[in-house]
Structures are given as structure tokens and as C-alpha cells.
């Protein structure tokens, strides 16, 4: 099993501010997603990336596959309190979605 | 719009009891898993199932059992529950996840919390 870090595991901004959630590995993946999760909810996708050096924008929201494919990164720009929760990202080794420890970001008015 | 849907939501067991978790969707979806959450570690993958009559293991499969008898139903079975066992479960399904290339998104049912005294 490939093990995914994420970095920083917690993360509490003003409202306005720009962050960015790491997430690396030592292996390489087909593909890696990313996942917002609310409190008492199941995560939900937000990108999938495939190619290695894929950039995918989502509103104020860029993910960017390593070049490698071992490593990923989210960017929020401008961040609002609606940002505010547990963002996931899951590398895919065969059958398998394999889930990192996942950053919680609160995002203060 | 029923999607995946987890039953029961909450769960209180003692050491030595057994229960299912019970696990379907209604979205014709042949990728079926299970997850726990616990605090700090993300999910983590217990066991799947690529379709109807097929199960496989995941990352932290001991102590629980599977079965995929129709496309619809992915129950979780903990045969003799431990304190360890405490944690929120996730059911989650795909129609495209199988397969080496595929890049399926999961759809994840509301979970389920489970405590193990």
C-alpha cells in the first residue's frame, strides 16, 4: 500500500488569505483526487488529475500533479469562510483509492 | 435522490458483540467499498468489491467480513467487535474506479458511528 502525507495536517487563515495543502508520496499513481469533507458529511470530489504536470482549476481553487506523479498540490486563493473544512487527496494503485491523513482548514470572517 | 445509503447511523456495541453495517446504492455502480475514519489518519480502506460475487482486501481488512451477493448491497460484518474497532464508517461506491486506468469518482454514504465499549 502506498502511504500519502499531507501537509499541514491543520490550517487556520483570516479570511482573504491564499494557502496551499501538500500531498506526497514516495510511489507513483494512476491518478490522484481530491475531497472536501464537511462535519457529519461523506467527502465529496472536487479534481481528479491524471497526467503528470496536469493543472486543473476549480473557481479559486488550483491542483497541480507532480510532474512524476508522486506528489500533488492544492492552492485556495482569496479564502472564504465557505473554504472551511477536511480536504483529502486519494492516489489510485490499482483497484484502490488510497485516502492521506487529510488537512482541516478553518477559514475566519 | 437516494445515492449511498449507510444504516445505522450510530452504534453502541460491547467488547465480544457482533453486528452488519449495512451498505446500497442505487446508482448501478459496480465499485463498492468500505472505509473507517479516524481522528488524524484520513479513511482508510477496509475492504471492496469490484462487482457482484467479488470482494477483496484493503489496507486494515482483519476483523471485519464482506459480501457482495447483488449490486445493490455491500454489507460490513464485525464478527466479535473490539474497543479498537471504535470509529466512523464510510461506505462508498463507483461506476468507473475498477480497472488499472479507470478514474472513477467515489460517491461516500453519511457514515456510520460505531463505539465499542
Known amino acids: 500500500t502506498q502511504l500519502l502525507e499531507q501537509s499541514p495536517q491543520f490550517l487556520s487563515i483570516q479570511e482573504g488569505e491564499n494557502l496551499t495543502v501538500y500531498c506526497n508520496s514516495s510511489?507513483?499513481?494512476?491518478?490522484l483526487q481530491w475531497y472536501r469533507q464537511e462535519p457529519g458529511e461523506g467527502p465529496v470530489l472536487l479534481v481528479t488529475?491524471?497526467?503528470?504536470?496536469e493543472v486543473k482549476k476549480l473557481k479559486r481553487l488550483t491542483f497541480q500533479f507532480g510532474d512524476a506523479r508522486k506528489d500533488s498540490s492544492l492552492h485556495i486563493t482569496a479564502a472564504q469562510p465557505g473554504d472551511t473544512g477536511l480536504y483529502l487527496c486519494a492516489g489510485k494503485e490499482g483497484n484502490m483509492l488510497t485516502f492521506g491523513g487529510g488537512t482541516r482548514l478553518m477559514v475566519k470572517p | 435522490n437516494a445515492g449511498v445509503t449507510q444504516t445505522p447511523k450510530f452504534q453502541v456495541l460491547k467488547t465480544g458483540q457482533s453486528m452488519t453495517l449495512q451498505c446500497a446504492q442505487d446508482m448501478n455502480h459496480e465499485y463498492m467499498s468500505w472505509y473507517r475514519q479516524d481522528p488524524g489518519m484520513g479513511l482508510r480502506l477496509i475492504h471492496y468489491s469490484v462487482g457482484a460475487g467479488i470482494t477483496d482486501q484493503g489496507e486494515v481488512p482483519n476483523g471485519y467480513n464482506v459480501s457482495r451477493s447483488t449490486t445493490e448491497d455491500f454489507p460490513l460484518r464485525l464478527l466479535s467487535a473490539a474497543p479498537s474497532q471504535t470509529s466512523v464508517y464510510f461506505c462508498?461506491?463507483?461506476?468507473?474506479?475498477?480497472?488499472?486506468?479507470?478514474?472513477?469518482?467515489?460517491?461516500f454514504g453519511e457514515g456510520s458511528r460505531l463505539t465499542v465499549l
Open positions: 462508498a461506491s463507483s461506476k468507473g474506479l475498477a480497472g488499472g486506468a479507470n478514474t472513477g469518482e467515489l460517491f
Open positions: 488529475v491524471v497526467t503528470g504536470g
Open positions: 510511489s507513483v499513481f494512476s491518478s
